[in-house]
C-alpha cells in the first residue's frame, strides 16, 4: 500500500462518514455502498471442520460470469470506483473465475479475494497476478501440516499452499507489484498454542502480514461447540499468554496486522461475551453491499436481501423500499458485539486502525526492497 493509497483511503472514509451522520440524525438518505463483497459460489474444494459449505446437499443457484460482470459495472456506475472483495466457498473453483478477475482489472474495478490457497499453480498465479489484486488472502491454519490438513480435512494442503505461494511471490516479484499476500488464520482448540510458530512461517514463506481471527459459532455445526471451541479456562489461560506473546512479536517487527485490541478480544469471544474492538457502533447498513452467489445482495446476513443485481441496478436496489425498510431495522440492530458477528467480516475497522495497517504495509514493502 503506497502513500497515495492511504490518502485515498482517508478520504473515502471521511466522504462516507458525512452521509452516514446526516442519514443517522435527519433519516435522511445519501449513503452509499463503502464494503463490497462478492460471494461467487459456495463449492469448495476443502472440508474445514468449521465450515458448512462442503457439507452442504443442495447448493443456490450461481450467477453467470457475464451477470457478475454487469452487476459489477452496474455497482460502478452507481459508486464510481470501488473495491470488491472475492470469497466462496473456494472462489477459484469456480468456472471463468480468474476470468471475472481479468475483467475486473480492465475496467478498473480494484478487487481482492480470500481462497484457500489451493489452485495456485504457475499458469494460474500468473494470469491471477497480471490481474492486479489489491490484495490476496489465504487461509492457514498451521505451520504444522499434520494440524492444518486435519483442520481442513485435505491431505497434503499445507505443502500445497506453499508451493503456491512461491508462484505467486516470484510473479508479483517479477512484475514489479507490491500488492500484500496475507495469511488469515482461524483461532481454534487444534492451533491456539502455536500461533507464534504460525507467524514465523509466514515471514518464512514470504507473505505480507498474518491477520488472525476467532472461529464463531457458525451455521449450526457440532464441531464448532464440542471441538474447536476454547471453552476450558486453563485454555483460556494459556490462550491470553500466547497473545501476549504475539502483541510483543508485533512491537519487536513482526508484521502482525491484527491490532492489540481485537487479540485481546479473543478472551471475551470464547467466553461469549460482547466484544467491540473496531468502528462502533454498527454500520454495515450504511456500507455493506455483500453479493451472494444466486444475486441477492445483503448488509447483514441476519435480515434479508435488499434485492437482487439480475433485476435490479446497485442504485436501484441500494435506495429501495425494501432496503430503506431494512436500513432502519438494522441501524437499531441490539445484536452488535455479540459472538455472532463480533470479530466477522461484517466488523470493521476504525479509520485511525486503517492508517495503522497502511502504515505497517508501507513498513513491510521498505523491508522487502530493502533486502532484495
Known amino acids: 500500500m503506497q502513500l497515495k493509497h492511504l490518502i485515498k483511503l482517508a478520504t473515502r472514509h471521511i466522504t462516507h462518514t458525512i452521509p452516514e451522520t446526516l442519514y443517522l440524525k435527519t433519516g435522511y438518505d445519501l449513503t452509499k455502498p463503502l464494503a463490497i463483497q462478492g460471494i461467487v459460489n459456495e463449492r469448495c474444494n476443502y472440508k474445514c471442520r468449521y465450515c458448512k459449505f462442503w457439507r452442504l446437499e443442495n447448493y443456490k443457484d450461481e450467477m453467470t460470469i457475464p451477470e457478475w460482470q454487469t452487476a459489477l459495472l452496474s455497482l460502478k456506475k452507481f459508486i464510481g470506483s470501488y473495491v470488491i472483495q472475492f470469497g466462496g466457498g473456494e472462489p477459484f473453483i469456480k468456472k ?40 490476496l488472502d489465504i487461509s492457514v491454519d498451521s ?40 495469511i488469515k488464520p482461524t483461532v481454534h482448540r487444534y492451533n491456539f498454542r502455536y500461533l507464534p510458530e504460525l507467524v514465523e512461517w ?42 501476549e506473546t504475539l502483541i510483543a512479536m508485533k512491537q519487536q517487527g513482526a508484521f502482525i496486522e491484527t491490532n492489540d485490541a481485537k487479540l485481546r478480544s479473543f478472551i471475551d469471544h470464547f467466553q461469549g461475551n460482547k466484544v467491540y474492538h473496531g468502528a462502533s457502533p454498527c454500520r454495515v447498513s450504511l456500507r455493506d453491499y455483500h453479493i451472494r452467489t444466486n444475486g441477492d445482495v445483503i448488509s447483514c446476513w441476519f435480515y434479508p436481501p435488499l434485492g437482487n443485481v439480475k433485476t435490479h441496478s ?45 502504515m505497517l504495509f508501507l513498513r513491510r514493502a521498505t523491508t522487502a526492497l530493502k533486502g532484495s
Open 96 to 135: 471463468g473465475f480468474v476470468d471475472l478477475l481479468e475483467f475486473c482489472y480492465s475496467h478498473k474495478i480494484d478487487w481482492g479475494v480470500i481462497t484457500n490457497g489451493s489452485t495456485f499453480d504457475r499458469q494460474t498465479a500468473t494470469r491471477v497476478v497480471a490481474a492486479r489484486p489489491v490484495n
Open 143 to 182: 505451520a504444522d501440516s499434520e494440524i492444518h490438513d486435519f483442520v481442513r480435512g485435505v491431505p497434503g494442503s499445507l505443502g500445497k499452499i506453499e508451493q503456491g505461494i512461491v508462484f505467486l511471490r516470484q510473479e508479483r516479484d517479477r512484475l514489479g507489484l507490491k500488492f500484500p499476500i496475507r
Open 202 to 243: 509466514a515471514q518464512r514463506i514470504g507473505a505480507t502480514t498474518i491477520d488472525f481471527a476467532p472461529v464463531r459459532p457458525a451455521f449450526g455445526l457440532a464441531e464448532i461447540e464440542t471441538e474447536l471451541w476454547i471453552r476450558e479456562e486453563s485454555d483460556r489461560e494459556v490462550l491470553k499468554q500466547v497473545i
Open 314 to 358: 446497485a442504485r436501484e436496489i441500494w435506495y429501495g423500499e425494501q432496503a430503506q425498510r431494512l436500513r432502519a431495522q438494522m441501524v437499531a440492530c441490539t445484536k452488535f458485539g455479540e459472538v455472532d458477528c463480533a470479530n466477522s467480516c461484517l466488523s470493521h475497522r476504525t479509520l485511525a486502525q486503517k492508517l495503522e495497517l497502511g
